[in-house]
T-cell receptor
Framework: KQEVTQIPAALSVPEGENLVLNCSFTDSAIYNLQWFRQDPGKGLTSLLLIQSSQREQTSGRLNASLDKSSGRSTLYIAASQPGDSATYLCAVKADSSYKLIFGSGTRLLVRP | NAGVTQTPKFQVLKTGQSMTLQCAQDMNHNSMYWYRQDPGMGLRLIYYSASEGTTDKGEVPNGYNVSRLNKREFSLRLESAAPSQTSVYFC??????????????FGEGSRLTVL
């Protein structure tokens, strides 16, 4: 059974710092992996989608990497800003199902 | 650009009452989903619909029914609400279906409290 883990559960950094969020999954037979952002009291906003054949995807200050063999993905945020404060979730789709398995998220606080 | 719209945003029910959560998307997406989000449990899939008239049970379907009225709308019904159904409910949609669903787009959520 696929399990998705995000460590740490919470992270606090000063503004301007580059940071990495981690996502681990137990079954490497994935179809794709998606990173989301969730602001308090709001829905999830899709940030990046990486197909299993890709190694990384970039959008602005965000870069997501995928290493299927080790069961890991990282979300790199460059030059962090207070507006980046939110919970970041990763979700994995198995290559045989429509179902997304979500991690429990990393709550990020960027201090001014 | 509305995306995925859910109503109501907040609802308080008494045990045993029934209600329907409504969801509509304007992106011409094929797949629609209902999730619930609970502290410590993360997001769990309740039901999925790949197209109009088709639905599939997710991880936690007990106590819920769904209806894919047309391509745009996907409703979630609680026939007899229980305190265990207190949660935040999210509707989502994606362009594709089956394995290749593509990105998921979420609504703002419906916060339900069952007393």
């Amino acid at each position: 059974k696929q399990e998705v883990t995000q460590i740490p559960a919470a992270l606090s950094v000063p503004e301007g710092e580059n940071l990495v969020l981690n996502c681990s999954f137990t079954d490497s037979a994935i179809y794709n992996l998606q990173w989301f952002r969730q602001d308090p009291g709001k829905g999830l906003t899709s940030l990046l989608l990486i197909q299993s054949s890709q190694r990384e995807q970039t959008s602005g200050r965000l870069n997501a990497s995928l290493d299927k063999s080790s069961g890991r993905s990282t979300l790199y945020i460059a030059a962090s800003q207070p507006g980046d404060s939110a919970t970041y979730l990763c979700a994995v789709k198995a290559d045989s199902s429509y179902k997304l398995i979500f991690g429990s998220g990393t709550r990020l606080l960027v201090r001014p | 650009n509305a995306g995925v719209t859910q109503t109501p945003k907040f609802q308080v029910l008494k045990t045993g009452q029934s209600m329907t959560l409504q969801c509509a998307q304007d992106m011409n997406h094929n797949s629609m989903y209902w999730y619930r989000q609970d502290p410590g449990m993360g997001l769990r899939l309740i039901y999925y619909s790949a197209s109009e008239g088709t639905t599939d049970k997710g991880e936690v379907p007990n106590g819920y029914n769904v209806s894919r009225l047309n391509k745009r709308e996907f409703s979630l019904r609680l026939e007899s609400a229980a305190p265990s159904q207190t949660s935040v409910y999210f509707c989502a949609s994606s362009r594709g279906a089956g394995v290749d669903t593509g990105e998921l787009f979420f609504g703002e959520g419906s916060r339900l409290t069952v007393l």
